[in-house]
């Protein structure tokens, strides 16, 4: 029998953002994400987690056949969870004494090789250092140009020339995207469509690495945006499903629709085939996202890839592709002042409109420990996207 262990550590120093965003990306916020495996856990398998999580919440979890109790918290200190994983010898015992151990991080690094060494596991992630290369979004596109992809208009830069490229591909194509080449959740991705966005710009460069450099790309105006998720092993890639990104006017991420709306979806599912085997042919194993644009000029454009555990992972796990589903992160809650917890949420929103096993349907939150930030992730899943709709306009009312 495997005993699948998760574990979600996030780091600043893992995800390396091009320009920095304290408060986005302090470490007591992002020892609230591990909580988020739970939906990606069956009953008899194991995660570890920074802390407890509220005790509501996981019999509701537990109620709809969805995670698990077995729940491990290291009692030693250290600067992430994997660490004090790492710095805990009698949960490292523990994790020894299991057989057939598969462990899954939400981004495999040094730490978590390190644990799955001392462990005897296999983990379902690649060598650090080829994760972070395929992190690295000037990865990409060279490797669109060795397997010879279409690449959209674009130029890469350095801190230093990085206004000077700017202003003449603004001058060419109007409007225009900068990605520093670490991004996570749209930090370090910049939409700029007038002079006043690139003068704005120019003041986060003082926050950015001097040693970073950027893509420039021309601003397509899209029909859509796919997710192409992938598992990949040594042998074989396995496709666990297409949603879109749900982008704002500045390309911030709010979350993945599904089923995609993309109109060339079979051009798209055999360009994905194609990165991420050849991605599996260099070593990389474990989740894999490449998001790409359809433009309304009918092109078709590999943008971004991620070598880890993607927004959209989580609601592909849950819908398991049976209807359509919306997932929506960092759902804010702007009349609610005080710290709330899971009974408060359930309380506001109304039982029946939480997903139950009988309908198939309904709201199912996550990220709650971000309730005491005033926020919290939901997927929503219903019967047609009208139905989905109803559920985002009732959570809207708050």
């Known amino acids: 029998m495997i005993n699948n262990v998760f574990i979600h550590s996030m780091t600043n120093s893992m995800l390396q953002v091009t320009a920095k965003s304290p408060a986005a990306l302090s470490q007591s916020v992002l020892n609230e994400y591990p909580e988020r495996a739970l939906l990606l856990a069956k009953s008899n398998d194991f995660i570890i987690l920074d802390h407890f999580p509220d005790q509501n919440y996981l019999d ?13 918290i290291p009692k030693a200190k250290g600067d992430s969870l994997s660490e004090r994983v790492l710095n805990d010898k009698q949960l490292l015992k523990f994790l020894l004494s299991l057989n057939s151990v598969v462990l899954h991080p939400y981004m495999s690094s040094k730490a978590e090789q390190q644990i799955a060494k001392l462990i005897n596991a296999t983990i379902n992630g690649s060598a650090p250092e080829l994760t972070q ?3 690295n979004k000037l990865f990409l596109f060279k490797l669109i140009k060795q397997i010879g992809l279409k690449l959209p208009e674009y130029k890469i830069t350095n801190t230093k020339n990085l206004i000077k490229i700017a202003k003449q591909f603004q001058q060419k194509y109007g409007k225009i995207i900068i990605i520093g ?4 959740a749209g930090l370090a991705v910049w939409a700029i469509k007038t002079r006043t966005d690139l003068e704005k710009f120019q003041a986060i460069i003082p926050n ?8 420039i790309e021309k601003f397509y105006e899209v029909v859509s945006s796919p997710n192409v998720q992938y598992q990949i092993n040594t042998n074989t890639i396995k496709l666990l499903g297409i949603s879109d990104q749900l982008l704002d006017a500045n390309l911030e991420h709010h979350g993945n629709s599904y089923p995609s709306l993309a109109t060339q979806i079979e051009k798209i599912k055999t360009e994905a085939n194609q990165i991420a085997n050849e991605l599996r042919l260099q070593g990389y194993t ?6 790409f644009i359809e433009t309304i000029n009918g092109q078709i454009f590999a943008v971004d890839i991620n070598g880890r555990v993607n927004a959209s992972t989580f609601g592909l796990q849950i819908n398991n592709q049976q209807k359509p589903f919306l997932i929506l992160t960092h759902l804010k809650i702007p009349k609610i002042t005080q710290k709330i917890d899971f009974l408060s949420l359930k309380k506001m929103i109304g039982e029946p409109n939480f997903f139950n096993r009988k309908t198939g349907t ?15 992730s939901a997927i929503i899943i219903g019967n047609t996207k009208e139905e989905c709709e109803e559920y985002l306009a009732y959570i809207d009312k708050y």
Do not use: M, W
């Open 362 to 376: 309904g709201i199912l939150p996550y990220n709650i420990g971000f309730l005491k930030l005033g926020h919290f």
């Open 181 to 184: 080449e670490h991004s996570y």
């Open 286 to 291: 474990g989740l894999l996202g490449i998001d």
């Open 208 to 215: 950015c690495d001097t040693q970073a450099q950027f893509i």
């Open 60 to 72: 509701y979890l537990i109620e709809i056949g969805i995670g698990t109790r077995n729940i491990l």
């Open 133 to 135: 290369k395929v992190n």
